[in-house]
């Protein structure tokens, strides 16, 4: 019977998911047929603001999934930027500055898996000491003056770049906008269809069980963070060599912890969480575009205002309507198992 109960569950929560798409493929479609150009517009600068968000939370997925809850993602982004940046700067080169900032959010990444898996600090003060850290040492060797020679440039994908709609909104995009989408869902398929994401769930649910299955629990925890800081220092790179072109005090203004918002949002799922992301940059970008056609006049202070007011609408809408993994959180000590 519970089984039967389960099977409709999922049946009802699909057409329903299935209603939203179509509902989102017929508005789309009428405002496209209503005004093209604004619509484009809207719908690539929604990928262009939510995408280092959905990069961002894929960090802090990564991560909790393995159990480790990871706050220092705002650290990250700012590392990262910064030492692209000005690596890029100094070189002139953006690859140099492309590696440097995915070392450094590596180097984030291990600093954060020595705190808490091998230190076993508690996790949101290990968090907060990797954004305070970031945000010191940042703030302390920034200098003004420097340049980047360039910024990433957009690729134009011959043949999907024509595709009325899709093709200026996904496929007339930079590098690693194109490597961001891919690895967002190569990571989808990994946590529910491989082996690694198999245990990886094992760890962030049951760590006791896992060891005891002949899983080295602290070996993938390690493993998982110290990539997703890669990933998060690739985030940090998309910012300021493709995005922005530019570093100052406090570049990542929030960014990581709005993706933590969205991972929640998201329900730890990787695709949850790009649409989540996205949405929180269509709402950006809608108001951006409505200013632009000048329908509405709206202070530039409140379009910053967005992101933030939605993190707090979201978290108080989810809150106790989801469940992380259940050893977030929890430092896994092998004699106490």
Known sequence: MVGVVTKMTK??????????????????????????????AVAASSITFGLPL???????????????????????????SFFGFFVAALSQNLIWGLIAAIASGAATGLLLALLTVSWKMDQIIAGTIVNILATGLTSFFYKQGYSLPAIFP???????????FLGRVLFQSGPITYFGLIFILVLYFAIYHTPWGLRTRAIGEHPSSADTS?????????????IAGAFGGLTGAYLTLELVGSFDRGFSAGKGF???AIM??????????LLAAVFF???????????IDGLVNIPGPFINMLPYVLTIVVLA????????????GQPYEREKA
């Open 214 to 226: 002949g899983i080295s629990v602290l070996r993938i925890k390690y493993t998982n963070v110290v």
């Open 54 to 80: 959905a990069m961002a939370a894929m960090v802090g997925i990564m991560c909790e999934r393995t159990g480790v809850v990871n706050i220092g993602i705002e650290g990250t982004l700012l590392t990262s």
């Open 11 to 40: 049946s009802v929560m699909r057409s329903k998911k299935t209603i939203y798409l179509y509902l989102v493929i017929l508005a789309i479609a009428i405002a496209y047929t209503i005004n093209s150009v604004s619509t484009v």
């Open 264 to 273: 929640i949002f998201g329900r730890w799922n990787p695709i949850g969480a």
């Open 258 to 260: 709005t993706a933590l």
């Open 317 to 328: 809408f989810s809150a106790g309507k989801v469940r992380g993994p259940a050893a977030a």
């Open 281 to 291: 940059g269509f709402a950006q970008a809608l108001a951006n575009q409505l200013m």
């Open 154 to 164: 957009r690729w134009s994908i011959p043949g999907l770049a024509e595709i009325p």
